[in-house]
């Protein structure tokens, strides 16, 4: 793929890149759908339910089925609606979530671009989209919506600071931005030991950064019935849970990457393909995702600002300057 | 609504020179959180709220008019629909207020099934308020939980007097039906499975960092405010009031039994919660004690007279219904029909001190303080 991205264009090598895009959403769009599937029954399992088993053999053609019917749909619009706006926000939404897919090194030969700050691009791309989301909440004409769009956007930008902090921490260990280099740098350990607190941060503000329980606040049903995408219906709604779903997946990835070490295998097991363990890392991370989704209750929101400036923030600082003392007093900066 | 609610302010911010204006917020009636048909006006500023307006009467049907129109008997399936999360308790209360106005003498094992009717159903109530409070507050799986332990209950009922919701077991002077073969020893299965089970819920949900910070000293009210609006059960023993009719005013047979009366001085939502819970093991309690003591046979109706008619006159009786003093108030002319006939229902009462919780809160907290009154619109419209 990377030598790829090195060749002088031609029509030969650009026609393979916009293919392999194709080939990479079908497989996110996969992953969406059985996401999706599994998390129903998951939860389903963990509520004495039983989840979908209708359509198709165990249900697995379920979410199939509810795309086609999202497909099919009136696409309806509030007549107040700022109409190019209304359209305009699922794709501001769902565009940088597909986007950031580009950098993840899935293998260390998997990976559509080996860019120098590939964390820098994540965290930059996907902070667009709560442009989605607050158009949306705008444009619908509606207050539900208004609410939940205001809410979203404080949500979103305030967790994004401690999210980024985080990081810094895996990034001063590794130094470099580069996600392939940050894998290779786990070699001997995986960042989870070294950088635990960090872990623990972006854990936490990962959660509040996808929107989901327990800080599911922008669509908080009890309060807001659906918040920002309260007045989208159809394919425009779909846009939207694709959005959702797809950082989960990125999210997920960039989880592995970051803090477990990506392809690496557990030692003595090599034998095993690095994709594979990729995948494991990355499904037990999901499996988290929806486990916390059937326990938790939810924060409300003044609460969820303090606790993301007041509790996660410290936590990251005091992160970054445990790791710069640790790695200066290794390297010897203090005696030179 | 008032003239007050409807003028909305805005006024230009002298520190940003930003327009900023209040709205208009329409929660409900077709809303996940307000429980039923309920509509609630909010005048909110960001997310404060600065007034708010409870619109009922969505569910109204009239049931005193009709009453008056029906005989005492027919009248007893009318209540079912009243509060229908707890019909065994308004059954009761129409049947009570009847009997006593006649004199009439009720059998032993007839208030035995009475009781243990009303105290399961007393349960079934607080778990379904259980269940979606906790789905207000954001949590799924607890109403799942619940919705299972309860519907255990229901088949109770369902065996007990082939209904689910909406009863009518009780009758003038006795119960309609007595107890099936076997039926008791299941009560006595289902007391032991449940104290097991409300430990269960506390591990899963009471202890909870998120859920407390998100109860904890919301919607606080003194005791003073809880006997000027007039409020009953749960919400006044949250103040620190002990009462309750079972203890204070003992009707059917509560006297024989021991149970404790939970009582809480904090007076927010989360004191709410926790005294809910505690009734649900003071009622698994009492329903204990109650199928111990159940006589071996005996009469289920009373002597009662062909065609009710009770003296002229008029009588009050109040009752402990799950969400507070449930009354049934009977003016009678001597003849077979009631002549005006009025329930006092605890979650109209309780129901009309919340423009005055809300003032001034989150919009998160709405619903976090609606639920904990826990009103069934059914018998707040009546």
């Known amino acids: 793929m990377a030598n790829l991205l090195q060749q002088t264009t031609s029509l030969w090598n650009v026609t393979m890149f916009a293919l392999a895009a194709v080939v990479l959403l079908l497989v996110v769009l996969g992953f969406v759908t059985y996401a999706i ?45 700022d109409k190019a706006l209304f359209a305009l926000a699922p794709v501001l939404a769902y565009a940088p979530a597909f986007g950031v897919l580009a950098v993840i090194p899935f293998t260390d030969s998997i990976q559509f671009a080996d860019l120098g700050i590939g964390v820098l691009y ?34 979103m930008i305030s967790y994004e600071v401690p999210l ?163 790695i200066s007093v290794q390297n010897g900066s203090f005696h030179s | 609504m008032s003239p007050e609610l409807t003028t909305v302010h805005s006024e230009k911010s002298t520190e940003t020179g930003l327009r900023t204006e209040e709205m208009l917020l329409n929660v409900g009636p077709q809303h996940p959180s307000t429980h039923g048909v309920f509509r609630l006006i909010v005048k909110i500023d960001g997310e404060t709220i600065k007034e708010s307006t409870p619109v009922i009467g969505y569910l109204h049907r009239g049931t005193e008019k009709l009453a008056e129109n ?9 209540t079912d629909r009243m509060d229908y999360l707890s019909a065994m308790t308004n059954n009761y209360v129409i049947c009570h207020a009847v009997e006593t106005m006649m004199g009439i003498e009720v059998p032993e094992r007839a208030e035995f099934l009475r009781v243990i009717a009303m105290e399961l159903n007393r349960i079934a109530s607080h778990l379904v308020w259980w269940g979606t409070y906790l789905l207000d507050i954001g949590a799924m799986s607890p109403f799942l939980f619940a919705f299972r332990d309860r519907e255990t209950i229901l088949d109770l009922f369902n065996e007990l007097c082939g209904a689910r919701l909406t009863y009518n077991y009780m009758r003038i002077g006795g119960v309609k039906w007595d107890a099936p073969p076997g039926w008791i020893d299941k009560v006595g299965e289902f007391v032991q499975y449940m104290k097991k089970e409300v430990g269960n819920y506390h591990a899963l949900v009471s202890g909870n960092e998120i859920f407390l910070n998100r109860l904890k000293g919301i919607g606080k009210f003194d005791a003073k405010t809880a006997l000027d609006y007039s409020m009953s059960g ?115 009462n309780n129901l009309q001190v919340l423009p005055k919780l809300l003032e001034g809160e989150n919009i998160a907290n709405m619903v976090a303080i609606l639920g904990s009154i826990d009103i069934v619109l059914g018998e707040v419209d009546a």
């Open chain 1, 37 to 81: 599937y599994f998390e129903r029954k998951v939860i389903g399992w963990m509520q004495l339910r039983i989840g979908p088993n209708r359509v198709g053999p165990l249900g697995l053609l379920q979410t199939v089925a509810d795309v086609a019917k999202l497909l099919m749909k009136e696409d309806t619009r509030p007549q107040n609606a």
């Open chain 1, 122 to 155: 994540y965290i930059a791309l996907s902070g667009i989209t709560v442009l989605g989301v607050i158009t949306a909440g705008w444009a619908s004409n509606n207050k539900y919506s208004l609410i939940g769009g205001l809410r979203s956007a404080a949500q």
């Open chain 1, 164 to 326: 980024v902090m985080s990081v810094v921490g895996v990034v001063l260990m590794t130094g470099s931005m580069n996600l392939r280099e940050i894998v290779e740098a786990q070699k001997d350990v995986w960042n989870i030991v070294p950088q635990f607190l960090g872990f623990l941060v972006f854990l936490v503000a990962a959660q509040a950064e996808l929107n989901r329980t327990p800080f599911d606040l922008p669509e908080a049903e009890s309060e807001l019935v659906a918040g920002y995408h309260v007045e989208y219906s159809g394919f425009r709604f779909a846009m939207f849970m694709l959005a959702e779903y797809v950082y989960m997946f990125g999210m997920g990835a960039l989880v592995t990457i970051l803090f477990l070490g990506g392809w690496l295998p557990i030692p003595g097991l090599s034998f095993i393909p690095g994709i594979v363990w990729f995948i494991l890392k990355f499904s037990l991370y999901v499996f988290f995702q929806f486990w916390l989704r059937a326990t938790m209750p939810r924060l409300r929101a003044d609460q969820l600002m303090s606790f993301a400036w007041k509790g996660l923030l410290p936590v990251a600082l005091l992160n970054i300057l445990i790791t710069a003392v640790v």
């Open chain 2, 70 to 78: 029906l005989n005492y008997t027919q009248i007893i399936p009318y």
């Open chain 2, 234 to 348: 749960v919400m006044l023993r949250s103040t620190g009031i002990k009462w309750d009719l079972r203890k204070d005013e003992p009707y059917s047979i509560y006297n024989r039994f021991e149970f404790d009366v939970p009582t809480s001085t904090e007076g927010d939502c989360l004191a709410r919660y926790q005294l809910r819970m505690a009734e649900i093991e003071q009622s698994l309690r009492i329903v204990e004690q109650a199928v111990a003591q159940f006589p071996e046979g005996g009469e289920i109706m009373g002597k009662v007279p062909k065609v009710i008619r009770p003296p002229v006159g008029e009588t009050f009786v109040r009752i402990e219904s799950p969400r507070g003093e449930i009354g049934c108030y009977i003016a009678s002319q001597g003849k077979d029909k009631p002549w005006r006939l009025k329930f006092r229902r605890p979650s109209f």
